[in-house]
């Protein structure tokens, strides 16, 4: 569920009140007990409205504090930690529950950038990966490949913004950040599902790069379609379809390695792909290939925008 930015607060209960599981939970939160018995005694018996209630609640909360508890209970539900009786009270805390959506948020606010909203939503990902996972008893290799695979995520999203405010204009710039941190959640699937112990190893096959001192990165491009079904990229772009917060740039993200595919088949994708393949190659030290220099040049842009975006994320830019 996401919270539009020009949302008023109080208009997230109709919103809520079409799935009751989520409004009756949010009446059921501890903090806000002594406020909902006040709101209840108000009106005769038998007569209270559940909507007046909600609207009260999130009028209360403010639209981030709404937006914040109603992502607590959808991470609870799917983590199967909601009170199962009625006289339980549901406790969130979401500085622990949306971890990695708080950290996208007040990164993007530190530095000015725009597009909180969907960097959060982009964090957000994130918590309901490690959510799943962690309901599914992943194994400790996974677990401990989680924090890495967020690390370089948000490094992506980093260099995926300086990109494309040097870009200028184009469709769905405002995804650039959000869609950029997506294609850490690959990295973090490939994990769980080329094991250690399986017939091919995602940790292996990255060991196995490391090692290289020639050919490096040529090697692991080829290597890494040639052994793994689905390559990191994928399964970032069906996680990213799988949550639905970035299904309408689902395409760039899939392709954010290879944009020229969508030049002409979904042309207002190209940019944001093209800016998404040069992110995570100058996030990892990858100079650009020579399909996205031709692509920067298609579009009239000079290929020292990824210099320049590199000293803005390392903190060596001109001021």
Request: net charge positive.
């Amino acid at each position: 569920m996401t919270l539009d930015k020009e949302r008023y607060a109080g208009d997230l209960a109709p919103i809520v009140m079409d799935n009751s599981a989520y409004a009756q939970f949010i009446l059921k939160v501890d903090f806000l007990q002594t406020r909902v018995k006040e709101w209840i005694a108000e009106v005769p018996e038998g007569q209270v409205n559940t909507r007046v209630i909600l609207e009260r609640i999130f009028i209360l909360l403010g639209k981030q504090a709404s937006r914040n508890l109603i992502a607590s209970i959808r991470l609870a539900r799917i983590g199967n930690t909601l009170p199962r009786k009625k006289s339980e009270r549901f406790s969130p805390n979401p500085k622990e529950q949306l971890k990695q959506a708080i950290v996208c948020e007040e990164f993007c606010e530190a530095r000015n950038y725009a597009g909180s909203d969907l960097a959060f939503l982009g964090g957000l990902q994130y918590d309901l990966l490690l959510t799943n996972l962690t309901r599914l008893k992943a194994s400790r290799e996974v677990q401990n490949a989680f924090p890495t695979a967020f690390s370089d995520g948000l490094k992506i999203a980093h260099f995926a913004y300086e990109i494309g405010a040097r870009m200028g204009s184009f469709p769905h710039s405002e995804y650039a950040f959000s869609a950029g941190l997506s294609l850490g959640l690959g990295r973090a699937l490939a994990y769980a599902l080329y094991p250690k112990e399986g017939k091919v190893s995602y940790a292996g096959f990255l060991a196995e790069v490391e090692k290289k001192n020639v050919m490096k990165w040529e090697f692991a491009a080829l290597e890494e379609r040639a052994r793994f079904p689905l390559r990191p990229v994928e399964l970032s772009a069906l996680a990213a379809m799988n949550y639905g917060f970035l299904k309408r740039v689902e395409p760039a993200i899939r392709f954010s390695g290879e944009a020229y595919y969508l030049k002409r088949v979904q042309p207002k994708l190209y940019p944001l792909a093209l800016l998404l393949g040069l992110a995570e190659n100058g996030a990892a030290g990858i100079p650009p290939t020579p399909a996205m220099l031709e692509g920067l040049k298609g579009m009239r842009l000079p290929p020292t925008i990824v210099n320049e975006a590199a000293k803005a994320v390392s903190g060596k830019a001109k001021k």
